[in-house]
């Protein structure tokens, strides 16, 4: 029998974690619903600048529970980004681990094309 965490590692191997483009992002924003985009950077750095309905859960707060809460729907579609290739991809295998089924990274903030909404300074 497989423990825990095997049977978890498993599950999060059937859903891998997908690579998406700033474009990609941008049509789905504009043609799916429901759809997450989270936003792993430092609250700072989500004030300054984001992609519209993001939601910021700073990378060093990412946790199975805390993560559920956000988003409860396992199946619902998911884009995270950071401030960098590496922060985005350890970000959204963190959420394949947690049983998300739909996780897609955008390598970092810097490629977004789109509009950003501004919320307050940086630092």
């Not at 789905?28 to 619903?33: A, D, G, S, V």
């Not at 970000?91 to 903030?109: E, H, I, R």
Request: hydrophobic content about 45%; overall charge negative.
């Amino acid at each position: 029998m497989m423990g825990a965490t095997q049977a978890a590692k498993a599950e999060a191997a059937a859903y891998p974690l997908k690579k998406i483009s700033p474009q990609e992002v941008a049509v789905l924003l504009e043609t799916q619903r429901p759809i997450a985009i989270i936003d792993v950077r430092s609250l700072p750095d989500f004030k300054a600048g984001h992609i519209p309905t993001a939601e910021s859960l700073p990378f060093e707060l990412m946790m199975d529970a805390m993560t559920h809460t956000m988003i409860p729907d396992v199946n619902k579609v998911i884009v995270v980004y950071g401030a960098n290739d590496k922060m985005s991809k350890e970000a959204g295998q963190k959420l394949c681990d947690f049983g998300y089924k739909n996780v897609y990274y955008m390598p970092t903030f810097t490629e977004w094309v789109g509009e950003i909404v501004v919320i307050g300074p940086a630092k």
